[in-house]
């Protein structure tokens, strides 16, 4: 018994004080301070801005045969057209260019002028001034047309697309991040009869909602779960409950639900709209903040996200859905896939 | 005699029992952060319009840090005229005054607060309610003077207040001086399990994340209506948290609002940081025990939690009285020593890896931040335990005595050593 219970104190003392052994041997000198980069800016279109500024930088020190010193260095070609259906070199040209698919870009494209795509092209990134992709092209990485972006039906956008402007995208669209002062998303074949200015939500309607003398409720609700058709309410509105804001309501506040919010149509809301599940925002709706949900995002048909003038965001932890015919003034994000949708297809899935 | 034994076995029963909950909550919090689906920040909102913001600095002898986070913070990128800096010199001795001076002749939106008044309360619950009078922000941010935060942290923790339940939000602290010591090296690990894994599962849960008063901010308008921070609390950002749950609003966490700080690079000084910590945390746990039970806004899960965070700094009291009774009984002969170094060892492996730097968290964390080489400093934690069970039982005996004497607290400021 004695000896059961001296091995055990001396298990006890070799197996406790090993570890001890092997911390006190941690050279001190090799452990590194988690890294905090004090000059991070966030910026939507940082992909093509961190390119050019590299690129721009790579042309001023001038080519070496044949390659340029990029992060690593690259080949490139010089051209406003290739043949090639696999383009494994980086492309630059000072004019416009065009890809006839199908083919695939394993580098960046870039140009100072007019990009397009054609139909069933892949390319890792692109940088233009003015972008067009066709139908059913496939961008790995990013792409960004600097002063318009436009996008066909059925196109793979990868990680993030961009415009410092606008952009309009067709439907059956993926994506993970969009970004433009003004996206527009429509249906195919609509888009050349719309016209941006029609996006612009009426200001005297916000003015109206600013000045509404009725007030249904202040600051916390805690246990709201209907907006009543056509009330107009000034004030936040936090719930812990499902929210749905019925056909007509007029809201000037900011709304908070830990679970679903249903929008449905012809509200208007003016402020920020945040749940913790999803966030289903019918046909016809105007809200002029930030739409965020820690699970889906849906924007129905010819509803404005935003402002014209202002750059607002619509963020989903999982999914976003885009109905045709909305508008998002700026920021559209998601952690897994986003859609564009045909309004026949939207109304499938609400269903 | 009876009685005393049987109290005596009843009490180490009851602290087992404590012990095993604490485990339960930090092995769930692990779970969460490594493997449930995690809550995203409102960091990648993009929006043109952000709130009026005043950040507040309180300081006191700061000669060594100031200009390292003045310089920091005219580097952010948050537009200036909706931004204002108040440096709060409280009752300094060395040139602080001259150096928070000297910035604001440069820069029109540095202001300073000078508390010279030697009859004037002290400490930075006094001052940030004096600050805040004449702060112009809908947002108060806080940095201590020796932190350093990023060019666009101001941003993200603005964000938050876009939700209209956000009544504070949290960033993450991460120490500069990691690799000085093992002092600090053991902080860092503390903060990564601290952080990356309680606070963030604590955010993904819907639970109670804790406002840690320095890389965070609050709504001006909230805290001014209930009457400014109190004074009698040296933890006011653990009391700002539970005023803001009682009254309905929540804290956000945001883990991707990191900011350097200075950690302690000496033992004395961890020492008497953690002490004031325990005394301040006692102290609101004194005044909020029995508000989280039966406030109507807190849900059942968030009253579980909240009760737990109340007692974090109570339960090492509470460990060193059930070792003193597990002596006791060996004594008086109700432990024979199989049972009784059963116990010891029990004791020791939980306070060790399991108690105020728990194991799991800390482990999850490391990972998550890939922090490879510390992990062979974690067996150190158990002497650390021991240094916080004897500091942070002195903090609570301290709490005792305020509440009873309800004399006023003085604030014992953690020293800087001005490291590049």
């Not at chain 1, 050019?52 to 001023?60: G, S, T």
């Not at chain 2, 919090?29 to 929006?47: T, V, W």
């Not at chain 2, 093992?182 to 309680?198: C, K, S």
Request: aromatic share 12%.
């Amino acid at each position: 018994m004695i000896g059961i219970f001296i091995i055990l104190v001396v298990c006890f003392i070799v197996m406790t004080s090993f570890p001890f052994i092997l911390a006190l041997r941690t050279p001190k000198d090799e452990q590194a301070t988690l890294v905090v980069r004090s000059d991070n800016v966030k910026d939507p279109r940082y992909f093509p801005k961190a390119f050019k500024e590299i690129l721009n930088k790579a042309l001023e020190k001038g080519v070496f045969d044949e390659f340029l010193i990029l992060s690593r260095p690259e080949k490139f070609v010089y051209s406003e057209k290739v043949n090639d259906n696999v383009i494994h070199d980086l492309v630059i040209c000072r004019d416009g260019f065009i890809a006839v698919g199908p083919a695939r870009f394993e580098k960046e494209i870039y140009s100072e002028n007019t990009v397009v795509l054609d139909e069933q092209i892949e390319a890792r990134a692109v940088s233009a001034q003015k972008l067009l992709l066709m139908n059913k092209c496939k961008i790995v990485r990013w792409c960004d047309g600097e002063k318009e972006t436009y996008v066909g039906t059925g196109c793979d956008l990868g990680v993030s697309t961009t415009s410092d402007d606008y952009m309009q995208v067709m439907e059956d669209c993926v994506f993970h991040r969009l970004y433009a002062p003004q996206v527009d998303v429509m249906r195919c074949g609509d888009s050349k009869q719309i016209k941006r200015e029609k996006r612009i939500v009426d200001s005297s309607i916000l003015q109206e909602l600013k000045n509404a003398d009725e007030t249904s409720c202040d600051v916390a609700a805690k246990d709201i779960s209907i907006i009543y058709e056509n009330s107009n309410i000034k004030g936040n509105i936090i719930t812990k409950d499902n929210l749905v804001i019925k056909e007509g309501a007029r809201i000037s506040g900011h709304i908070k639900s830990r679970k679903n919010i249903t929008i449905e149509k012809n509200v208007i809301i003016d402020g920020n709209v945040f749940a913790d599940g999803n966030v289903i925002i019918k046909s016809d709706v105007r809200v002029t903040g930030n739409v965020f949900s820690q699970s889906d995002v849906y924007v129905g048909y010819n509803s404005i996200i935003g402002q014209y003038g202002k750059i607002k965001s619509v963020i989903a932890k999982s999914h976003v859905f885009l109905c045709e015919n909305i508008t998002v003034f700026g920021y559209i994000g998601c952690d897994d896939k986003g859609y564009t949708l045909q309004k026949e297809k939207f109304l499938e899935l609400l269903v | 005699m009876g009685v005393v034994i049987t109290i005596l076995k009843a009490y180490f029963i009851v602290c087992i029992v404590i012990i095993v909950l604490y485990a339960v909550r930090h092995y769930v919090f692990s779970y969460n952060r490594m493997f449930a689906k995690q809550k995203i920040s409102y960091r990648d909102i993009y929006d043109s319009d952000y709130p009026k913001v005043t950040v507040l600095v309180p300081m006191h002898n700061e000669e060594l840090v100031l200009h390292k986070t003045l310089e920091a913070l005219i580097q952010c990128d948050y537009d200036r005229s909706k931004l204002e800096i108040i440096g709060i010199n409280d009752h300094s001795e060395d040139k602080t005054a001259e150096i928070l001076d000297s910035y604001c002749e440069k820069y029109d939106y540095i202001k300073a607060l000078h508390r010279l008044d030697p009859d004037q309360l002290r400490g930075k619950p006094a001052g940030l309610n004096e600050a805040m009078e004449m702060a112009n922000g809908d947002v108060i941010i806080v940095f201590d003077a020796d932190y350093r935060p990023s060019k666009n942290l101001i941003k993200k923790l603005a964000t938050a207040f876009k939700d209209p339940e956000v009544g504070a939000v949290m960033g993450r602290v991460i120490p500069i001086n990691a690799n000085q010591n093992y002092i600090t090296t053991l902080l860092n690990l503390e903060r990564t399990g601290g952080y990356q894994v309680d606070q963030q599962a604590r955010y993904n849960l819907g639970l109670i994340p804790q406002y840690g008063g320095t890389v965070g901010g609050f709504r001006k308008k909230v805290i001014m209506n209930t009457g400014g921070f109190d004074t009698k609390i040296l933890a006011e950002d653990t009391e700002l948290t539970y005023r803001l749950y009682t009254m309905g609003y929540v804290v956000m966490y945001d883990n991707s609002a990191e900011c350097y700080e200075e950690a302690p690079e000496t033992w004395n000084v961890r020492g008497r940081q953690i002490r004031r910590w325990a005394r301040g945390h006692n102290e609101v746990m004194f005044k909020y025990f029995g508000r989280t039970i039966v406030s109507k806004n807190l849900s059942f899960l968030q009253k579980i939690d909240g009760i737990f965070l109340l007692m974090v700094y109570m339960v090492p009291f509470l460990l060193f009285l059930a070792i003193a009774d597990s002596v006791v009984m060996f004594f008086v002969g109700q432990m024979d020593i199989v049972n009784a170094l059963g116990a010891f060892i029990f004791f020791g492996i939980y306070n060790s890896w399991g108690n105020f730097a728990p194991f799991y968290e800390i482990s999850a964390g490391a990972i998550l931040d890939g922090l490879k080489k510390e992990v062979y400093a974690l067996p150190l934690l158990s002497f650390s335990f021991y240094f916080y069970m004897w500091y942070i039982s002195r903090g609570f005996l301290d709490a005792i005595v305020d509440v009873v004497t309800m004399r006023n607290v003085t604030w014992d400021k953690t020293k800087r050593f001005g490291k590049k």
